[in-house]
């Protein structure tokens, strides 16, 4: 087992933790090289406290360099009695942009929803056995998308 697969150590306040969050760090915590429609490097983290990852991104893609950081985890705003029931992202962009996801794992297989779940717009792969690969695909309404590999690279 990797010291990705084994999360990385324990945070503080283990047991109030989400184990959804909880396996979403076994898979996704380090940095991975990203080919495809997209190609670069994105290293996720832990942040303190074990209840949000975040995402770091330096990707090419269509031509332009993209950087961004992306904050991952359940949504608890004020006067909120329980976190959101979705794993909800938010990422920005070195343009400018700020897009919403929805993250869901399933098994071996991610889903990264664009803006809610459901969506039309959505990232879906599946992990190798050894949890070092993830294949999948971009998909956009009307036909869009491009194919992606994400390889764990520490």
Known sequence: MTERQAGNGEAAGTDERDEEIRALERRLLGR????????????YRRLDGGFFLVQEVELEQHGRRITGIEVIGRENPFGARAPGEDIASRFYDNEGHTFDYVYELVGDTLTIWGGAKGSPAYFRGTFAADGDTL?????????????????WIG
């Open 32 to 43: 991975w090289r990203v080919d495809g429609g997209a190609t670069g490097t994105v290293t």
């Open 135 to 151: 294949d999948g695909a971009w998909v956009y309404p009307g036909g869009g998308g491009y194919e992606s590999t994400m390889t």
